[in-house]
C-alpha cells in the first residue's frame, strides 16, 4: 500500500454506530470482529500515523534535530531567513520554551500517542475474542505509542507519561525519563512477536520494531544513566539475522524520487507530491535560481547550507558528496545561470559563510545570496514541485550496520567495529579505515547520515553536543541537551512546570 492517508474517511464509515435499537444489526460489523482483514487494519491506524507527515517541516522535528548540530546551517541571508532569530537560536542553542521547533514537536508527539491510546482501548473487545487481526493491529499500536514517548523523552527529557484513553488524567504530571524508558523497552518486547515480519514500510513492521528498541538501548545511558551496549547489540543482530534488508549500492540510492522499494529503508514518511505532501527541505536550502537547474515550477527560498567544516570534512572520493551543490551552477539544459539578484552575477556556491546573521554591513551581496554549499541528497526530480515525492526515511539499514560498529567499539575498544564501518566506507568509494575509534564514527555517521534528522541525538550520545563549532560557543549548561517544554503546554497544565 503506497500513501493511504486519503482513504480515513472510508475507514470512518466502517466503525461501528453507538445508536442502540435493541435489536441485532447486521450492517455493520461487530466491533469484536473488526478489523477483518489487513486493509481494514490498515485504515484504523492512519491517524496515528498521520503526525509523522509534519516531522520534515511544520512539526519542526527535522529541524530541531539537524540545526543544533555541526552540519547543516540555516544562515540569515539579508532581509531573508531571520524570522525573529528562531534558526539562529537552534544553531547557537540559545532557545527558549516558546519557538517554533520546541512548539511544535511536543503536539505531534502527544497527538499520535493519543491516538494509539484511543486506538489500543477501541480494540480490546476484538482481543478478548481472540481477533488475529486487531491483535497485530494492537502491537503496532503499542509500539507507535513507543516510537512517540521515546521521541519525547529524547527531546523533552521528563514528560507526561499516558498510556489510557477512558481513563486519561485531565491534568497529567511528569514522570522520570528513566521509568518511561523502562517501561517502552518492556512492552516493545512484550509485542514484537505479535508483528509480522514483512510488511508495509509506511507502517509497523518487526524489523522496525527492533530498531525502535535498538535506539532505546544505544542511546540508554543518556536517558538512564546506565549503558545497554549488548541489548542494543542483540537486537542489531536480530534485524541482520531477518534478512531483510541490505545496502543499496549506490550510497544515494536510498533517497531517489522513487525509493518506496529500496532494500535499505526500513520505516519511512511516505511523501508525494500531490497526495501526501509536505517535503519541501529542497525548497529551503536551494538558490532562488536553482529552479533553472531541476526546471522546477517554483521558485526555492535560498536559506539552508552545509557548514565550510563540515563540507571540507569530506574525501574528494566520497561518492556521498554528490549531494552537494558547491562552485558554478548550470541550468538543466547546461548554461551557467546567473543571479539578477546579484547584480547578474554568475550564480556560484561558496563553502566560506562569513557570518551566521548576515547583512548588508558584514556581507556582499554575492555572500548573502550565494554563500553555502547546498544539499540535494534526497533527489529533486525534473520538473519538481515545491513538495517532493521522494519517502523520508526514519529508520534504514546503514543505521543499523553503524550502530553495530558502535555498540562493539564500545563493549571491545577501538577497532572492534572496523568491518561494519567499512562496509559503509566501501559503498562510498573510500578506503577502509583501521582501529576507527568513537571519534572515527561519529565522522563516519555524520556524513552518513546528514540530513536525515540525526545529528542532535549522535552528537549527544557521544558526549560532544556542548563543543564549540562555528558560530556556536560551548554551552555552559547541560540542560540545553534537552528542550524545554512549550509555554503552551505549561499554561494548559501548571503540572508541567514542576
Known amino acids: ?92 542553542h540559545t532557545w527558549t520554551n516558546d519557538i517554533e521547533a520546541v512548539n511544535a514537536m511536543w503536539y505531534r508527539f502527544y497527538k499520535g500517542s493519543y491516538e494509539a491510546n484511543k486506538l489500543i482501548e477501541f480494540l480490546q473487545p476484538a482481543i478478548d475474542e481472540g481477533n488475529q487481526a486487531a491483535i497485530i493491529t494492537v502491537a503496532k499500536a503499542k509500539v507507535m505509542r513507543c516510537f512517540y514517548y521515546w521521541n519525547a523523552i529524547d527531546n523533552y527529557g521528563d514528560v507526561p507519561y499516558v498510556t489510557s484513553f477512558a481513563d486519561a488524567p485531565e491534568l497529567p504530571v511528569k514522570e522520570d525519563r528513566a521509568v518511561i524508558w523502562q517501561s517502552l523497552v518492556d512492552e516493545i518486547e512484550s509485542v514484537y512477536a505479535d508483528i509480522p515480519v514483512s510488511g508495509s514500510k509506511y507502517s509497523v513492521t518487526r524489523g522496525m520494531a527492533f530498531m525502535l528498541l535498538a535506539k532505546l538501548y544505544i542511546n540508554a545511558e543518556v536517558y538512564t544513566g546506565t549503558p545497554q551496549w549488548e541489548k542494543a547489540d542483540i537486537y542489531l543482530d536480530s534485524i541482520i539475522n531477518l534478512g531483510v534488508y541490505s545496502l543499496e549500492g549506490d550510497p544515494l540510492a536510498p533517497f531517489v524520487t522513487a525509493n518506496e522499494a529500496s532494500s535499505e529503508n526500513m520505516f519511512t514518511i511516505g511523501y508525494d507530491e500531490s497526495t501526501y505532501t509536505g517535503f519541501n527541505l529542497h525548497m529551503r536550502t536551494l538558490h532562488y535560481a536553482s529552479n533553472l537547474t531541476f526546471n522546477m515550477t517554483v521558485q526555492p527560498w535560498n536559506g539552508y547550507a552545509i557548514m565550510e567544516d563540515f563540507y571540507n570534512s569530506f574525501d574528494a572520493n566520497d561518492l556521498r558528496a554528490k549531494m552537494f551543490l558547491v562552485d558554478t551552477q548550470y541550468s538543466y539544459t547546461g548554461e551557467v545561470i546567473i543571479d539578477e539578484g546579484a547584480g547578474n552575477a554568475v550564480l556560484d556556491f561558496d563553502p566560506h559563510i562569513p557570518a551566521l546573521l548576515m547583512t548588508a554591513a558584514n556581507s556582499s551581496v554575492i555572500e548573502i545570496r550565494m554563500s553555502g554549499v547546498r544539499i540535494v541528497k534526497f533527489e529533486v526530480a525534473n520538473g519538481a514541485t515545491d513538495n517532493l515525492s521522494n519517502d523520508f526515511p526514519i529508520f534504514r539499514y546503514a543505521d543499523v550496520i553503524l550502530m553495530k560498529a558502535e555498540t562493539q567499539i564500545r563493549m571491545n575498544g577501538a577497532g572492534a567495529g572496523d568491518m561494519y564501518i567499512n562496509m559503509i566506507r566501501s559503498r562510498a568509494g573510500l578506503s577502509d579505515i583501521n582501529a576507527a575509534t568513537l571519534d572515527d564514527l561519529l565522522e563516519e555517521r555524520g556524513k552518513e547520515f546528514v540530513w536525515e534528522a540525526q545529528r542532535r541525538m549522535d552528537l549527544i550520545r557521544f558526549g560532544k553536543f556542548n563543543d564549540a563549532w562555528w558560530e556556536k560557543d560551548v554551552d555552559d549548561s547541560p540542560d540545553r541537551c534537552v528542550f524545554p517544554i512549550p509555554q503552551w503546554a505549561i499554561d494548559a497544565n501548571p503540572n508541567l512546570a514542576n
Open 1 to 92: 500500500m503506497r500513501k493511504i492517508i486519503f482513504i480515513a474517511i472510508a475507514f470512518i464509515s466502517l466503525l461501528p454506530a453507538c445508536t442502540d435499537l435493541g435489536d441485532q444489526l447486521y450492517d455493520r460489523i461487530p466491533s469484536a470482529d473488526y478489523p477483518e482483514n489487513e486493509t481494514q487494519a490498515a485504515l484504523m491506524t492512519i491517524p496515528i500515523f498521520a503526525p509523522l507527515k509534519d516531522y520534515c517541516d511544520v512539526g519542526g522535528y527535522w529541524y530541531a534535530q539537524e540545526i543544533p548540530g555541526d552540519g547543516v546551517t540555516a544562515p540569515t541571508r539579508g532581509n531573508d531567513w531571520d524570522d525573529g532569530g528562531k534558526w539562529r537560536a537552534l544553531h547557537q
